[in-house]
C-alpha cells in the first residue's frame, strides 16, 4: 500500500473539483441563490489533496463591516487559502491551517450598487481544505464548524459543514487504447487497496470483477469472450461507499468468440461453455 500510495497520491496535490454547497447554486461572479436555514457546505475530497468548501447560507438579519465568518477544519484536514477575492472582504489563514476566516469590512460591496446590509446573504465563501493522504475513504472528517460573528463579536449563525474523503480514481492500464485485443483479454491497473474494482462497457455491463490488492495493483479477465468489433470499457473502484471511475478505454475485438471455444464455464459442471460473447461496444452481435 504504501508503494502505491507514494506512486499516485502523494504527488497529487492540486486542487480536486469535487465541491458541493448545500442549499447553493454558486455563480462564477460568487452570487447565488439559497433556500434558507443555517450556514452549512459540505465537499468529497481526496486523501493528498486540496478541495473547496465553499459556505453559505446566511439568511439573517444585515451584518455590516467588522462582521466575520469562520471555518474551523475538520479533524485531519488543515485549511490552506481563503481565494474570495472581491471588494469588500479580507480573507485569512491561521498559523497552521486550523481555521480560516473572511471579514467584512465595509468597502465597497462586492458587486456594483450593493448595501453593506447584504453583505452575507445569497452567496457561498470559498475555503481551501488539505486533507492528509493517511486519510480513509468513505470517512468523514468530525468536527468541521461554521459561525459568523457581528463587530461585536455576538454570534449570529452557526452551522457545520460536511467534508468526506473521497476515493482516488482507479487507472485502468490495460489493454491499451486502440491496441487490437483477442475475445479475452487481462484487464489492469492500479486502485486504492481493498476497492472493490469493476469493469464495465458501454453499455453499463460488468465485462470482469476483482479486489485491488494490498500494493494497489488489480487485474481481471472477462467471463464472456468480447464480440467482435470497436468497443469502450471503464473501471470503477468502490471503497467504504464512495466510488471513482477510470478514463473511458476505447478497444478494439479482432479475435471472435468462436474462436476460443473453452473460455466460458458452464452453469452445471463448471466445464468450458462455447460460443458465448459480450459485445463491449454496445453495437449488439
Known amino acids: 500500500m504504501s508503494r502505491f500510495r507514494r506512486a499516485t497520491v502523494l504527488g497529487c496535490l492540486a486542487v480536486a473539483g469535487a465541491v458541493a454547497a448545500a442549499g447553493m447554486a454558486y455563480g462564477a461572479d460568487g452570487a447565488s441563490g439559497s433556500d434558507g436555514g443555517d450556514l ?18 446566511y439568511e439573517g438579519a444585515p451584518l455590516g463591516a467588522g462582521s466575520v465568518l469562520t471555518l474551523s477544519a475538520p479533524a485531519q484536514a488543515r485549511v490552506t487559502d481563503t481565494p474570495f477575492a472581491a471588494g469588500g472582504y479580507r480573507g485569512a489563514v491561521t498559523l497552521g491551517g486550523s481555521s480560516g476566516t473572511y471579514t467584512f469590512e465595509g468597502a465597497a460591496g462586492p458587486f456594483a450598487g450593493e448595501s453593506a446590509s447584504a453583505a452575507w446573504k445569497g452567496r457561498t465563501f470559498p475555503f481551501v481544505l488539505s486533507v492528509p493522504a493517511n486519510a480513509e ?3 468523514r472528517l468530525p468536527d468541521c ?24 480514481a482507479p487507472t485502468l492500464s490495460r489493454p491499451q487504447s486502440g491496441v487490437p485485443l483477442s475475445a479475452l483479454p487481462e484487464m489492469s491497473g492500479t486502485a486504492y487497496p481493498g476497492a472493490q474494482v469493476t469493469v464495465r462497457d458501454a453499455l453499463e455491463e460488468e465485462v470482469c470483477a476483482t479486489t485491488a490488492a494490498p500494493d494497489g495493483t488489480w487485474s481481471c479477465v472477462p467471463s464472456l469472450a468480447l ?59
Request: aromatic share 2%.
Open 145 to 168: 464548524a461554521l459561525v459568523l460573528k457581528d463587530a461585536e463579536g455576538a454570534v449570529k449563525e452557526k452551522g457545520t459543514c460536511a467534508v468526506t474523503v473521497g476515493l482516488p
Open 40 to 57: 452549512w457546505a459540505s465537499a468529497t475530497i481526496e486523501p493528498g489533496r486540496e478541495g473547496i468548501v465553499r459556505v453559505g447560507g
Open 137 to 139: 475513504p468513505g470517512t
Open 227 to 285: 464480440a467482435p468489433g470497436a468497443g469502450r470499457i471503464q473501471a470503477t473502484a468502490t471503497f467504504n461507499g464512495v466510488s471513482a471511475a477510470s478514463e473511458q478505454i476505447h478497444i478494439l475485438v479482432t479475435e471472435s468468440a468462436a474462436a476460443q471455444p473453452d473460455t466460458v464455464t458452464d452453469s452445471e459442471g463448471g466445464r468450458p461453455a462455447p460460443g458465448a460473447a459480450r459485445n463491449a461496444g454496445g453495437t449488439g452481435q
